[in-house]
């Protein structure tokens, strides 16, 4: 009888690997390429199944290299890119996981309830104000961030994070030294892998002190050179971009990565000395210094040449303050900004405000704001409850150092329309697995 049962189960094995060899070679006589790569693609696939922790740097990965992954292709006006395929794909492996392993699908977590209610607010306003022609874009996009925040969650509760910690970190230091060196081929501002200059400095911005903070107490071999490079590089990546907000929120937050080093005196000095010697030769800071100085004279009303980008930023900000004004309650509906106010820009094209606070309060009215408001108190309450309440240094320089980058983008925020920021949302599901972990340190070994 078990001979026969494995006789059996070796025929349907040998007949699985006959047809599996019929299409692999049907395929290779008509497209090898695309069958070698499908055939990677799939395996990869697999092992991401077993192993779903590696999907969160892919999608970091994807994220960061969005522009370059542009398919070109849209979906009902929804643009398909590398992010939205990886986040997509991640979404599939970890249900794939789930099933096969009985693994818990979801940690649930109070950020996601502020989210959620959001994403709910959202579509409520959509119904109210009849503006789903172009609300569905920020609601299809708060809706996709608030399940990319609760993936996140899900699978980095039950794994490590410090491999992550250097896998994130060695693929943001190859970013800066790719935007550092093609900047110095270009006379543009720096841009960096996001194809805006103010964009990339704001995902610079975010990430320096949040993965300083995972690094600062790693004593693995590849943990220091990472910690310079991106001291080294950070900072320069930001003087490229040319992006004066960007300067000033930098300064402000740059005490807290060299906290957070206070233990690494010795990196601490080969870095200045380098950017000493260094920064001078990589940037024309005459020209920085140039920018700023104009920026102020504008704001004094003493510039002789007029800041064009200044100067459309304050009529965007008057007209954003005007609409809030006439519709303060639920505002002209997600995503209608820019075609109730009317403003074009010298291209021809509407303009959206930029200021992601200002964009709230005009499309979706104070209740927007006091929704925007519980979410953004709900993060701080739960980064202040895991600083506190963690028993160890690394934990807490983890969360300081995440404190930090998602402050930044807060003040970035003000002058730019980051709602849908896919990067802040990636390090927000991060940000709660940090502190997961801080209070429940012993029940996954950090490797």
């Given at each position: 009888?078990?001979?026969?049962?494995?006789?059996?189960?070796?025929?349907?094995?040998?007949?699985?690997?006959?047809?599996?060899?019929?299409?692999?070679?049907?395929?290779?006589?008509?497209?090898?390429?695309?069958?070698?790569?499908?055939?990677?693609?799939?395996?990869?696939?697999?092992?991401?199944?077993?192993?779903?922790?590696?999907?969160?740097?892919?999608?970091?990965?994807?994220?960061?290299?969005?522009?370059?992954?542009?398919?070109?292709?849209?979906?009902?006006?929804?643009?398909?890119?590398?992010?939205?395929?990886?986040?997509?794909?991640?979404?599939?492996a970890w249900g794939a996981h789930v099933a096969l392993s009985r693994a818990r699908l979801l940690v649930w977590h109070p950020v996601l309830t502020a989210l959620s209610a959001l994403v709910l607010l959202t579509?409520?306003?959509?119904?109210?104000?009849?503006?789903?022609?172009?609300?569905?874009?920020?609601?299809?996009?708060?809706?996709?961030?608030?399940?990319?925040?609760?993936?996140?969650?899900?699978?980095?509760?039950?794994?490590?994070?410090?491999?992550?910690?250097?896998?994130?970190?060695?693929?943001?230091?190859?970013?800066?030294?790719?935007?550092?060196?093609?900047?110095?081929?270009?006379?543009?501002?720096?841009?960096?892998?996001?194809?805006?200059?103010?964009?990339?400095?704001?995902?610079?911005?975010?990430l320096t002190p949040a993965l300083i903070g995972g690094l600062v107490d790693d004593d693995h071999w590849i943990a220091r050179p990472l910690r310079m490079g991106i001291l080294l590089l950070a900072p320069l990546?930001?003087?490229?971009?040319?992006?004066?907000?960007?300067?000033?929120?930098?300064?402000?937050?740059?005490?807290?990565?060299?906290?957070?080093?206070?233990?690494?005196?010795?990196?601490?000095?080969?870095?200045?000395?380098?950017?000493?010697?260094?920064?001078?030769?990589?940037?024309?800071?005459?020209?920085?210094?140039?920018?700023?100085?104009?920026?102020?004279?504008?704001?004094?009303?003493?510039?002789?040449?007029?800041?064009?980008?200044?100067?459309?930023?304050?009529?965007?900000?008057?007209?954003?303050?005007?609409?809030?004004?006439?519709?303060?309650?639920?505002?002209?509906?997600?995503?209608?900004?820019?075609?109730?106010?009317?403003?074009?820009?010298?291209?021809?094209?509407?303009?959206?405000?930029?200021?992601?606070?200002?964009?709230?309060?005009?499309?979706?009215?104070?209740?927007g704001l006091l929704f925007v408001a519980v979410f953004a108190g709900t993060v701080a309450w739960t980064l202040y409850q895991g600083y506190r309440l963690s028993s160890h240094s690394a934990d807490r320089n983890?969360?300081?150092?995440?404190?930090?980058?998602?402050?930044?983008?807060?003040?970035?925020?003000?002058?730019?329309?980051?709602?849908?920021?896919?990067?802040?949302?990636?390090?927000?599901?991060?940000?709660?697995?940090?502190?997961?972990?801080?209070?429940?340190?012993?029940?996954?070994?950090?490797?």
């Amino acid at each position: 009888m078990i001979a026969a049962l494995r006789e059996e189960r070796g025929a349907r094995v040998a007949l699985l690997a006959a047809g599996v060899g019929v299409v692999l070679g049907a395929g290779i006589s008509q497209q090898p390429l695309l069958t070698v790569l499908g055939v990677v693609g799939l395996a990869a696939g697999v092992y991401c199944v077993a192993h779903p922790n590696l999907l969160i740097g892919l999608i970091f990965a994807g994220i960061l290299f969005d522009r370059i992954g542009v398919t070109g292709m849209k979906l009902d006006a929804f643009p398909v890119t590398a992010s939205k395929l990886t986040v997509l794909g991640s979404i599939a492996a970890w249900g794939a996981h789930v099933a096969l392993s009985r693994a818990r699908l979801l940690v649930w977590h109070p950020v996601l309830t502020a989210l959620s209610a959001l994403v709910l607010l959202t579509a409520v306003q959509i119904a109210i104000t009849d503006t789903l022609d172009v609300g569905k874009f920020n609601l299809a996009g708060l809706g996709m961030m608030t399940v990319l925040v609760g993936l996140v969650l899900a699978i980095l509760s039950g794994y490590p994070l410090q491999p992550l910690y250097r896998f994130k970190g060695t693929v943001f230091a190859a970013a800066l030294a790719l935007a550092v060196v093609s900047a110095g081929a270009s006379a543009g501002r720096a841009s960096g892998t996001m194809g805006d200059p103010n964009e990339w400095a704001t995902l610079v911005l975010l990430l320096t002190p949040a993965l300083i903070g995972g690094l600062v107490d790693d004593d693995h071999w590849i943990a220091r050179p990472l910690r310079m490079g991106i001291l080294l590089l950070a900072p320069l990546a930001i003087l490229l971009s040319l992006s004066r907000t960007a300067l000033v929120v930098g300064a402000l937050t740059a005490p807290v990565s060299l906290y957070l080093l206070r233990e690494r005196r010795q990196e601490l000095a080969v870095c200045l000395a380098v950017a000493v010697v260094g920064t001078p030769l990589a940037v024309d800071l005459d020209y920085v210094l140039f920018r700023l100085r104009m920026l102020v004279a504008n704001l004094q009303g003493s510039a002789v040449v007029q800041d064009v980008s200044l100067d459309e930023r304050t009529v965007l900000f008057h007209q954003g303050m005007q609409l809030f004004s006439d519709h303060w309650l639920v505002g002209v509906g997600p995503g209608n900004g820019p075609r109730a106010s009317g403003y074009t820009s010298l291209t021809g094209r509407l303009r959206p405000v930029h200021n992601s606070y200002l964009e709230i309060a005009s499309e979706q009215g104070i209740i927007g704001l006091l929704f925007v408001a519980v979410f953004a108190g709900t993060v701080a309450w739960t980064l202040y409850q895991g600083y506190r309440l963690s028993s160890h240094s690394a934990d807490r320089n983890r969360i300081l150092g995440l404190s930090a980058g998602l402050s930044a983008l807060a003040l970035m925020a003000a002058t730019l329309g980051l709602i849908t920021f896919a990067m802040a949302y990636l390090m927000l599901g991060f940000s709660l697995a940090v502190v997961y972990h801080a209070r429940h340190r012993g029940a996954v070994a950090d490797g």
